[in-house]
């Protein structure tokens, strides 16, 4: 008499590592595996014992340069996943390359799910249809919210290097400017010397999107790494 069993994984990022079936006196029988968990085995006169063992998963990452022990290894996958980014090219990522004005608008506007800008005059002069295809729509959708004014009135500067205090108060407005009371734990952060920054900042340590360069200091002019710029943007998204 045949007989066919199903196994699957005892949780999430565990897999059948050894599976036996044996007969009342201990020996084994012959299993043939149909796939997708599926066993069959022909059943004995007596009862059959049947121990299956799981190890975990080996984790790996989609980028050859992000290491799964890496502090934004989960970010980095979940941005991959969810098509907010790519990577570099060769299967890098880049994560310790600076994150440019193009870029974080793009990862911004895939995040919202790449909508159409209802803008149709493009009021930058550095910023080109044609030539810069692959962040255009996300730029004119990221003025029209007014998530990223530009440098200017008639210029977006896509490839210039985001800070870190920039790369907040896009996701604050991006957030739609949340209300509420934060305290400031950073001292190379005052209400006055970074007006149009301090509430994005506070905000973004008060939702605990970035605990800062150190417990006291923020550093808002340093540079945003790419890495740093998915890590906020993941924080933000799945409320960590």
């Known amino acids: ?115 159409e800008p209802t803008v149709t005059r493009n009021p930058f002069t550095d910023v080109n249809s044609v030539r810069d295809a692959s962040y255009y729509k996300a730029i004119l959708w990221a003025s029209q919210k007014g998530i990223a004014a530009g440098t200017s009135t008639t210029t977006f500067s896509p490839d210039q290097v985001c800070t870190r205090a920039q790369i907040v108060t896009f996701l604050y407005r991006y957030a739609g400017k949340p209300s509420g009371y934060y305290s400031n734990p950073f001292k190379d952060v005052s209400a006055t010397n970074e007006a149009s920054y301090y509430n994005a900042i506070l905000w973004a340590s008060g939702k605990g999107i970035t605990t800062g360069s150190s417990p006291t200091t923020f550093s808002p002019y340093a540079s945003c790494n790419r890495a740093e710029a998915v890590t906020f943007l993941y924080r933000y998204t799945n409320g960590l």
């Open 1 to 115: 008499v045949g007989s066919e069993m199903c196994i699957r994984d005892s949780d999430s990022g565990y897999q059948l590592d050894d599976l036996t079936v044996t007969d009342k006196n201990g020996k084994e029988l012959k299993l043939t595996d149909k796939g997708n968990g599926k066993y069959t085995f022909t059943m004995p006169a007596s009862k059959v014992e049947i121990n299956a063992t799981f190890v975990k998963e080996i984790e790996t990452s989609p980028f050859s340069d992000v290491s799964t022990s890496a502090y934004y290894y989960e970010a980095v996958k979940w941005a991959q996943e969810k098509g907010i980014t790519g990577g570099i090219g060769n299967g890098l990522f880049g994560p310790n390359q600076p994150c440019t004005r193009a870029q974080i608008v793009t990862f911004l506007w895939r995040a919202a799910g790449s909508p």
